[in-house]
Nanobody, 118 residues
Framework: VQLQASGGGLVQTGGSRRLSCVASGITFSRYDMGWFRQAPGKEREFVASIAKNGIDTYYPLSMKGRFTISRDNDKNTVYLQMSSLKAEDTAQYFC????????????WGLGTQVTVSS
């Protein structure tokens, strides 16, 4: 199983960025997908998730309105559209796949670095 995240890079404060994560080795449409992030010295943080139906999405309150998760089951890809980026959004962003509708994620990708700077 591989979850390959891409799209990270250097972004200016207030800017936008779209991350992608392509899954292989799983039947993508059977998995809920999530995005997490981890900044240096901090714990991993939940960013967003989307159910296998592509309709139900979940965000922590701190992300809602600025981040949007979506998926394309035909392309085995989950996206994270980020806007109004702040310095505190700087982190390594990971995608993950979960077969059950709740609980632990089964598979994790290596992540892509997003650095927000003025």
């Amino acid at each position: 199983v591989q979850l390959q995240a891409s799209g990270g890079g250097l972004v200016q404060t207030g800017g936008s960025r779209r991350l992608s994560c392509v899954a292989s080795g799983i039947t993508f449409s059977r998995y809920d997908m999530g995005w997490f992030r981890q900044a240096p010295g901090k714990e991993r943080e939940f960013v967003a998730s989307i159910a296998k139906n592509g309709i139900d999405t979940y965000y922590p309150l701190s992300m809602k309105g600025r981040f949007t998760i979506s998926r394309d089951n035909d392309k085995n890809t989950v996206y994270l559209q980020m806007s109004s980026l702040k310095a505190e959004d700087t982190a390594q962003y990971f995608c993950a796949a979960r077969f059950a509708p709740s609980g632990d994620y089964n598979y994790w990708g290596l992540g892509t670095q997003v650095t927000v700077s003025s």
